[in-house]
């Protein structure tokens, strides 16, 4: 007589399968609790996100509003860090590694130009850097631009490099902090 399968399975093989069913099973279950944790976390998170939005009363644009450009950070081209790494950085208000993509800028700028709302535009150039000088004539030209429109231009600075100062050099007023100062270079130091 032939006898079953599972009639004359080892004891201790049958044990040592149940361990085994019963560590998976405890596996499977702690990562999804973490996961069920981690998305209410996420909801919570985006929920305060959107109460800190709402709270903050987002009203419709006065007239005689002035665009604020804080340019402290290096202007680019083309972002070099990650989406992640500035979502970070933004997150957390942090100016390390802070970059100012320029079609973002011009964009602003010509936005503003047509915009009525919009009366003039301030530069506050604390903090403001670039690699080098093309990028920034195609700023001050789009400066100018918005210039043609009849609005005003202010920047504003507590120290000034040489960069800084071209910029500032564009808009119709320039005020500098009595305590501050301008460094110019001159052209020397840069290879062409």
Do not use: C, H
């Amino acid at each position: 007589a032939m006898s079953s399968p599972g009639s004359d399975r080892n004891p201790f093989w049958a044990f040592l399968v149940g361990v085994g069913k019963f560590v998976n099973f405890a596996n499977t279950l702690v990562f999804n609790i973490f996961m069920v944790l981690f998305l209410v976390l996420l909801l919570v998170l985006i929920s305060l996100g959107k109460n800190a939005t709402a709270s903050r009363g987002f009203a419709p644009m006065q007239d005689k509003t002035a665009l604020v450009m804080d340019l402290k950070g290096t202007l680019v081209e083309q972002y070099t860090s990650s989406p992640l790494k500035r979502a970070f950085a933004e997150a957390s208000n942090s100016d390390e590694d802070r970059e100012l993509q320029l079609r973002d800028l011009m964009r602003a700028l010509k936005l503003a130009k047509d915009d009525a709302n919009i009366q003039r535009v301030v530069l506050l150039t604390d903090g403001f850097g670039v690699s080098g000088f093309a990028a920034l004539g195609e700023l001050g030209a789009a400066i100018r631009d918005f210039r043609t429109s009849g609005k005003q231009v202010v920047a504003y600075g507590s120290l000034m490099d040489q960069k800084a100062y071209y910029l500032a050099a564009n808009a119709d007023e320039a005020y500098l902090d009595p305590d501050g100062g301008i460094m110019l270079e001159g052209l020397g130091r840069y290879r062409l």
